[in-house]
């Protein structure tokens, strides 16, 4: 008896969830300034859902109607065992009550997984990008990566895989070269969306020093492209464009600028089992408490429930204040991930909990470790300095106004 099983997924607010995207670890084998501060903290591997755990999981957000598995991290390619993950949840696929399973992943480790992420029916993949320098690619990543990046995005290519390419707008660091990644990323037939950076969690800089607006970036490329409006949206935080010039399509992720949140059909499961019901609020409910106490899935259900009763109506982010604390405690690798260390007193009821805790971390130091297969080495890391002054990452142009900002040049 599976209790509410049968019922789909409503909120409060009319909007019907379809699309849940889960995060299978905190750890990362890069260290994005904008996404984890250099020694960030992992959780201690006993909190995190083994992969039975979140294969069931997912399977009860299926029979509640979720047609749209994405997973995340962290980085989803370095949980040993992925692969028997996807292969698990890719007989939704064959049954017909998923749509899509697909992934976001920083490339990496991509060669290796192609063919069989491929083979298991993912059709498309979201790869983060951004950067096509290396240097400035490794002071982003704080790893010099790029060619494996590269080469694991031509093997998901080879493999039959589509690739979208995620590039976070970072005024310091490639403002000036988003059209030329837009260019690449549509010579080779690839979608790009550029990301808005979010405050999200602490991180060793302050974000409004990285901050740039998508709206500035959108009056400039219109200066030299014109850029026309596309019906498409996806249900998220994404609005479509289609740029004349080059004949690819460009999406523009811009939480802090643009409410998305009347169509959001998403909820974020971390890999210790709280489930988001918003990437911009602290309202979590846990559910592994309920998965652990009974085969059945009764309690969890009965979570998912409250879950879906406390999805707010909308994000809480706020336009940065300089040296002002992120507006969501957690780091976007624990959405997922988390590192709540008090994780299990949320309690069985799956209470709904907005103290945003960060925790001490746990044991986890995990750096790169044995199990996971990391850069080779770190190269541009301590030698790329903040701004090298050759031009290649140049500050933008009016780049200290927020709104009327000239992020960079036409390109030649
Ligand atoms: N490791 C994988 C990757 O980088 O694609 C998957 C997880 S990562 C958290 C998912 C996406 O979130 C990436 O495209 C990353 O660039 C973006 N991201 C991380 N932190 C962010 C932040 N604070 N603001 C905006 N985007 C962020
Ligand atoms: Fe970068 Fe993704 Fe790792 Fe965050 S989780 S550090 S965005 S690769």
Request: hydrophobic fraction near 40%.
């Amino acid at each position: 008896m599976q209790g509410s099983a049968q019922s789909g997924l409503n909120d409060a607010f009319g909007r019907t969830i379809s699309y849940v995207r889960v995060s299978v670890t905190d750890r990362c084998n890069l260290r994005c300034t904008y996404c984890m501060s250099e020694d960030m903290q992992f959780l201690p591997k006993a909190q995190v859902l083994t992969l039975e755990e979140l294969e069931r999981l997912c399977a009860a957000f299926v029979r509640r109607g979720v047609r749209k598995l994405r997973l995340t991290g962290g980085e989803p390619l370095v949980r040993k065992g992925i692969m028997d993950l996807v292969r698990a949840l890719s007989r939704h696929l064959d049954d017909g009550t998923l749509d899509e399973l697909t992934l976001t992943t920083n490339g990496v480790r991509l060669r290796e997984f192609s063919k069989g992420l491929a083979e298991a029916g993912v059709k498309r993949i979201n790869v983060s990008l951004d950067s096509l320098d290396r240097l400035t690619f490794a002071r982003i990543a704080r790893s010099d990566c790029l060619p494996q990046v590269l080469d694991g995005i031509a093997a998901a290519t080879d493999a039959g895989l589509k690739v979208k390419v995620n590039t976070v707008a970072l005024k310091r660091d490639n403002a000036a070269e988003i059209p030329k990644l837009i260019e690449w990323a549509h010579a080779r037939d690839m979608d790009i969306t550029l990301i808005e950076t979010m405050p999200l969690g602490a991180v060793d800089e302050d974000r409004t020093d990285q901050f740039l607006s998508l709206q500035a970036v959108r009056q400039e490329l219109e200066s030299f492209w014109t850029l026309n409006d596309s019906p498409e949206r996806s249900g998220g935080p994404a609005r479509y464009v289609r740029v004349a010039e080059t004949g690819g399509r460009l999406g523009f992720i811009t939480p802090l600028t643009h409410n998305f949140c009347d169509t959001c059909n998403r909820v974020r499961l971390t890999c210790t089992g709280t489930l988001f019901m918003c990437l911009g609020q602290d309202s979590a409910v846990d559910l592994r408490e309920p998965l652990r106490a009974s085969p059945e899935d009764d309690l969890l259900n009965a979570a998912i429930d409250r879950a879906m009763a406390a999805k707010p109506k909308a994000h809480d982010f706020l336009l940065p204040v300089r040296g002002a604390q992120p507006a969501v405690a957690r780091h976007m690798s624990m959405t997922g991930g988390c590192q709540w260390p008090e994780h299990g007193k949320v309690g069985i009821s799956g209470q709904v909990r907005r103290d945003g805790a960060r925790g001490s971390g746990g044991s986890g130091l995990a750096r790169r470790g044995a199990d996971l297969v990391g850069p080779a080495g770190l190269a541009g890391r301590e030698s790329a300095p903040a701004d090298p002054g050759d031009g290649r990452h140049a500050h933008a142009p009016g780049a200290e106004s927020r709104s009327g900002a000239r992020p960079f040049a036409r390109p030649r």
